[in-house]
């Protein structure tokens, strides 16, 4: 008779073993996930939101055209945003790519892109010209209008080429600042210095 001795291969040590791999293996996909959406800046896709959001490495999110900021956590595929000392926003991410986004409310979802550098210039800015306060508003659609105080003065179209906007008529070379709460408008004859509201 032909004795067949088995081998154990379960042992505590394999065991230990293969409880660190996959450990090793979740907690490198949770980093990975935290890396496709951390330190960029998303730009909403949806037809009436002008959202421009950044999840930061530091535990922040950022919304540059509501000047928010508040604390936030993403673990595995929520993200739990802390807007008040009594409210916490719980988000769930659906899908991330290296360049697009989507979350989720649980009631919708929110479409993001890779913000462009001409999606910062959308939402609302202040200068002030002559001594008055004006606001200046460029919407996704493409069109601007500039208000002093409560009333329109001017509207238009605004484009982009290059490093340059056309505003109406007038065409400007722009530069953003590093937080793109700043931009610099440079025309023929003047320059203009406008801050994100």
Request: net charge positive; hydrophobic share 40%.
């Given at each position: 008779m032909l004795m067949v001795r088995h081998k154990n291969y379960f042992t505590m040590e394999n065991f230990k073993?293969?409880?660190?791999?996959?450990?090793?293996?979740?907690?490198?996909?949770?980093?990975?996930?935290?890396k496709k959406v951390q330190d960029k800046w998303w730009y909403e896709v949806s037809n009436y939101g002008d959202d421009i959001i950044m999840f930061t490495?530091?535990?922040?999110?950022?919304?540059?055209?509501d000047d928010d900021k508040y604390s936030c956590q993403i673990e595995d595929s929520k993200i739990n945003i802390h807007v008040s000392d009594k409210k916490t926003e719980n988000l769930e991410i659906m899908s991330v790519t290296e360049t697009e986004l989507i979350?989720?409310?649980?009631?919708?979802?929110?479409?993001?892109?890779?913000?462009k550098q001409n999606d910062f210039i959308i939402g609302k800015w202040k200068t002030s010209i002559k001594g008055e306060k004006v606001?200046?508003?460029?919407?996704k659609n493409n069109d601007w209008?500039?208000?002093v105080g409560y009333s329109v003065s001017k509207e238009g179209v605004y484009s982009f080429s290059a490093n340059?906007?056309?505003?109406?008529?007038?065409?400007?070379?722009?530069?953003?600042?590093?937080?793109?709460?700043n931009?610099?408008?440079?025309?023929?004859?003047n320059l203009?210095?406008?801050?994100?509201?």
């Open positions: 073993l293969l409880s660190v791999i996959v450990i090793a293996i979740l907690l490198n996909s949770c980093s990975s996930l935290q490495s530091t535990g922040k999110v950022i919304n540059i055209n979350i989720s409310n649980g009631k919708s979802e929110m479409d993001y892109r890779i913000a606001t200046i508003i460029f919407k209008e500039m208000r340059k906007i056309k505003i109406s008529e007038e065409e400007y070379t722009y530069k953003f600042s590093e937080d793109y709460m931009l610099e408008l440079t025309g023929k004859e203009v210095l406008i801050r994100k509201i």
